[in-house]
């Protein structure tokens, strides 16, 4: 248990909806990192915060928003979904913002898009 | 950019066989580099690590050496279990700057029995 939990663990839902993915990160951990986990694109980073301001940005469509609460805990928000859509999305934390510190990582939400 | 490039799986090997998964990455600078390993329905953990040029990462048998000259940070076991069935990351990150984990894509290990 990396003690990083994630909601929900699985979602089905249509093409043009809207999902929140919720991520709690591990106690005492100020970053918060979303990743996508496709088939084919491997794992590609999304966005960082770091208690609670956005710190570095990577290949996050317009459609997708995240934030991060005064708790800590991080949301992901996809919209207008479409079936490219569908992946495993993974929330991991570490203490701070930068270092070489390990990175603990959820179980995942999988989001499939019919 | 920055990037890391692993080689294509699957890699099926019998119980006690020598691994090898082979990663090279690109990259401006000297980054930190990792393994992370994720078993099935499980997140990744952390394998392995190695922040400087000729460090040896070692953890449950599995090791790697950062080689600076070839840029690379191959992931070694001597005798693999059927337990080291899973999906290896191999993953690069600079220590003083504000960048993420960049990972390469995987490489799925199946060892049979």
């Known amino acids: 248990d990396s003690g990083v939990t994630q909601t929900p663990k699985h979602l089905i839902t249509a093409t043009g909806q809207r999902v929140t993915l919720r991520c709690s990160p591990r106690s005492g951990d100020l970053s918060v990192y979303w990743y996508q986990q496709s088939l084919d694109q491997g794992l590609q980073f999304l966005i960082q915060?770091?208690?609670?301001?956005?710190?570095a940005k990577g290949n996050i469509l317009e459609r997708f928003s995240a934030q991060q609460f005064p708790d800590l805990h991080s949301e992901l928000n996809l919209s207008s979904l479409e079936l490219g859509d569908s992946a495993l999305y993974f929330c991991?934390?570490?203490?701070?913002?930068?270092?070489?510190?390990?990175?603990?990582f959820g179980e995942g939400s999988r989001l499939t898009v019919l | 950019g920055n990037s890391v490039t692993q080689m294509e799986g699957p890699v099926t090997l019998s119980e006690e066989a020598f691994l090898t998964i082979n990663c090279t990455y690109t990259a401006t600078g000297y980054p930190s580099l990792f393994w992370y390993v994720q078993y099935p329905g499980e997140g990744l953990q952390l394998l392995l690590k190695?922040?400087?040029?000729?460090d040896k990462g070692s953890n449950k048998g599995f090791e790697a050496t950062y080689r600076k000259e070839t840029t690379s940070f191959h992931l070694e076991k001597g005798s693999v279990q059927v337990s080291d069935s899973a999906v290896y990351f191999c993953?690069?990150?600079?220590?003083?700057?504000?960048?993420?984990?960049?990972f390469g894509k995987g490489t799925r290990l199946s060892v049979i029995a």
């Open positions: 991991a934390s570490s203490q701070t913002g930068v270092g070489t510190g390990e990175l603990f």
């Open positions: 915060y770091y208690n609670g301001e956005e710190r």
């Open positions: 993953a690069l990150r600079f220590p003083n700057r504000n960048t993420p984990l960049v």
């Open positions: 190695a922040t400087k040029a000729d």
